[in-house]
């Protein structure tokens, strides 16, 4: 799977069907990333966020959730 960073995702399989995603590169502050989890872009209701160490701990986070993201611009 190719995970964008800072680009918001769609979950069409997995957990969080449904929900958008997005990858931030939080290096300058934890040195990790964040993956937020919305229900709404324009105006959530719900969601989650998680912490990852670095790119490898992201894509197995990813996919252990078995995503399958169709991207934005």
Do not use: C, K
Not at 6 to 21: C, K, N, P, T
Not at 61 to 73: N, Q, S, T
Request: no cysteine.
């Amino acid at each position: 799977m190719s995970l964008r960073i800072g680009v918001d995702g769609r979950i069409l399989a997995g957990l969080h069907e449904g929900s958008f995603v997005r990858f931030r590169d939080d290096a300058e502050q934890t040195g990790g990333y964040l993956v937020l989890i919305v229900n709404d872009l324009v105006a959530p209701t719900d969601g989650a966020d998680y912490w990852v160490a670095d790119r490898a701990e992201l894509e197995r986070f990813a996919a252990d959730a078995e995503w399958r993201i169709a991207w934005g611009e």
